[in-house]
């Protein structure tokens, strides 16, 4: 039944959503050294321009990697050789909900009448809003160099 569908598909989306999420946030220490003096420098200079509003540094941030690194990754993972072959239909509207949640986490803000068919992911959203904040403070630290020092985080997730 088409309900029943509905029902195992969000199950299915807010799995992958996690999925997700859980690698994002495990990788904080790959983040470029370079990308961590913007991120620190952005939130510097948010905290100056409007002292008081904590969601608005962490808005600049995540919402910045997220909507140009994250989510532009998962919409055309084939643009940035992240597969050989564009995903079937089915996985690249996977992908686009989870880049659509993602973006909406990263800016702290929850679905609404705009886009009611997401508005099931609003739970997920706000369980998952201090671990985006915590993030953005991670990636968001000025870091020393560190001599013949580098990270890599992998992860493998399967959206079809």
């Known amino acids: 039944e088409k309900g ?12 992958l959503m996690g999925q997700m ?5 495990a990788g904080s220490g790959s983040i470029d050294r370079a990308l961590r003096e913007v ?20 808005r ?23 597969v050989s072959n564009q995903p ?3 996985a690249s509207r996977t992908l686009t909900l989870i880049a659509k949640a993602l973006q909406n986490l990263a800016s702290l803000v929850e679905f609404g ?16 809003r201090q671990g985006m904040i915590d993030f953005v403070d991670k990636i968001s630290v000025s870091m ?11 992860c493998d997730i399967d959206p079809a």
């Open 88 to 90: 079937p239909e089915r």
């Open 144 to 154: 020393p160099v560190l001599q013949g020092h580098s990270r890599f985080h992998h």
């Open 113 to 128: 009448a705009k886009e009611p068919y997401m508005t099931a992911v609003n739970p997920f959203l706000s369980k998952h």
């Open 60 to 82: 600049v941030v995540a919402g910045f990697f997220f909507l140009r690194f994250v989510c532009l990754a998962l919409v055309n993972p084939r643009l940035f050789n992240l």
């Open 39 to 58: 991120f620190y420098t952005l939130q510097t200079l948010v905290k100056e321009r409007y002292p008081g509003q904590e969601a608005v540094r962490t």
């Open 4 to 15: 029943e569908d509905a029902d195992h598909n969000l199950v299915n989306l807010l799995k």
């Open 21 to 25: 999420l859980d690698c994002i946030f």
